[in-house]
């Protein structure tokens, strides 16, 4: 049954048209990730209108290609002035950019395109193999369930979101109000329309991501400063046997990158951004060296986990996406609107009914990161000429698209303004330190957690102790609830870890920790 599903994908592999559609969404990736502050779920939302165009598996495979590429690219920027290109990439951006200014720029850009590219291939791995064990369970699924995964989503993406987590908080409370908009799941009323016939159908998904990461993206651009001049030329001698041999030096986070980012990667909600932040923290913790990350000329070692968790957490986002229909970041959250505009229903069924197509996608996967050497390999040696696109023409030309996606869904132009101003809402959620994340999940999500909540109550006469009885739903609130205690466990377990590794307390040397140790011991005699 797999040799046949796999041969299968191939076979819808072998259409020229597909290849065309894959290269040209890995420039376009390229593109878009080399330029700070358009990032690869803003890429995506652009990407929806000519989805809209093609078949199910050409409009998955641009997305997939475009997202795999872009999340390299955005170290480019990174590395050469001081500004990540994407969310991912922003972790280690500041090892990243010392060490192009100590002359090491070619190294931290060949070492990040080689991990990337390990990266995702173990999360297509696990992609491969983990999707279809967890769609047989799905298929025991029934609304009791459903409720609790999406519960769990939304915690992830509040628990383990960058900044403040009541501020996370507040922009889910935010999303599940705007999906509230519309006719009343339960009882067909309208709610929060205010009297508009043109918010009966609700928000609709696309123009609301166009418009918090496409809208908003321009509006933060046109209102920042100016990039910064380039770090210079980079040195390409001896490029790859520079970059093999370092990352054979710290080979041991590789694995270490990928299984980070393939776990993170399959909460709902987290994705490749918060994997990166993990696998950074987690080399700090546990490296004899982790008081010099992001300090002095910068540390390639952090580079090596976080570029390798990146790729890795951007395919495993694709597991509770496929398996469950819940998506595992932003990008996949878009991901499901594409399907829906297919008229195709994301979840177990899937596996079913159209196990040519998952399999094709994973061959996506694979061909994907395959071709992200070849062309990151030319996005270096020519990184200079796109970091000099004048910013005016690219905001205008980001603007067209926009407007023109945002419009071309449902060829209504109340949704433009609906776009518009969910940009505005974006933009002032960023300047005011909310995550926006947690906006989209909600948006996505809120609808699931409803329906799933009122067909159990209804079918079960009001009984909620089934919510916490059956044995699934049980297992899922036990991870719901250690998801909301993560962060009170986390540094305490992170201190004892490096204690009994004999590692240096945070923001501590290795000195300073001697002539600690020393005075305790002293003052114990």
Aim: neutral net charge.
């Amino acid at each position: 049954m797999l040799l046949e599903n796999i041969a299968a994908g191939f076979g819808l592999m072998m259409d020229p048209a597909l290849w065309a559609v894959i290269l040209m969404a890995g420039v376009y990736g390229l593109f878009i990730g080399s330029i700070p502050g358009l990032t690869a779920t803003m890429a995506t939302a652009l990407l929806v209108p000519f989805a809209f165009f093609l078949d199910p598996l050409p409009a998955i495979a641009a997305i997939v290609t475009m997202s795999a590429v872009a999340i390299f690219a955005g170290d480019l920027p990174g590395a050469l002035v001081r500004m990540p290109g994407t969310p991912a990439s922003a972790a280690y951006v500041e090892d990243a950019y010392r060490l192009t200014q100590a002359g090491k720029g070619g190294l931290v850009l060949g070492v990040g395109m080689i991990c990337s590219a390990i990266g995702g291939l173990i999360g297509v791995a696990a992609l491969m193999f983990g999707a279809p064990l967890l769609a047989e369970v799905a298929l025991r699924f029934t609304s009791f369930e459903y409720f609790w995964v999406s519960v769990l989503g939304l915690s992830a993406a509040v628990i383990i979101s960058r900044g403040s987590q009541v501020k996370g908080s507040i922009a889910l409370l935010i999303g599940l109000v705007l999906s509230m908009v519309g006719i009343d799941i339960t009882l067909g009323a309208p709610r929060f329309t205010f009297g508009s016939t043109d918010l009966l159908s609700g928000i609709d998904f696309i123009p609301a991501m166009i418009g918090l990461f496409g809208f908003s993206e321009i509006l933060r651009n046109v209102t920042g400063t100016q990039l910064a001049a380039a770090a210079g030329k980079l040195d390409m001698t001896r490029f790859f046997r520079n970059a093999l041999s370092t990352i054979w030096r710290y080979k041991r986070h590789i694995p270490r990158g990928g299984a980070i980012g393939t776990g993170i990667g399959m909460l709902p909600g987290a994705g490749a951004d918060i994997a990166a932040w993990v696998a950074y923290a987690s080399t700090k913790n546990t490296s004899k060296e982790g008081h010099r990350f992001g300090k002095g000329e910068g540390h390639i070692e952090p580079i090596v986990a976080a570029s390798s968790t990146n790729n890795a957490g951007l395919a495993s986002a694709y597991v509770p996406t496929l398996v469950f229909g819940i998506p595992g970041d932003t990008i996949t959250a878009i991901l499901i609107g594409v399907l829906y505009m297919k008229g195709m229903q994301p979840g177990s069924q899937i596996f079913v009914e159209q196990p040519d197509l998952v399999y094709a996608v994973y061959l996506t996967f694979l061909v994907a990161n395959l071709l992200l050497l070849p062309l990151a390999y030319i996005a270096i040696r020519s990184s200079g000429l796109l970091l000099r696109i004048p910013r005016n023409v690219l905001m205008s030309i980001i603007f067209v698209f926009c407007v023109v996606g945002a419009y071309a869904i449902r060829n209504n132009t109340f949704d433009i303004w609906v776009m518009l101003a969910m940009g505005l809402l974006g933009f002032a959620m960023e300047r005011n330190g909310f995550p926006v994340a947690p906006v989209v999940l909600g948006i996505v999500l809120g609808p699931i957690v409803e329906r799933s909540f009122m067909q159990s109550v209804i079918a079960t006469n009001w009984d909620l102790l089934r919510f916490f009885t059956r044995p699934i739903s049980a297992i899922l609130l036990v991870m719901t609830v250690f998801i909301w205690a993560l962060p009170l466990i986390q540094p305490l377990l992170a201190r004892l870890w490096r204690r009994r590794r004999g590692l240096p307390e945070d923001g501590e040397t290795p000195v300073e920790q001697q002539a600690g140790d020393d005075a305790r011991g002293d003052g114990a005699g």
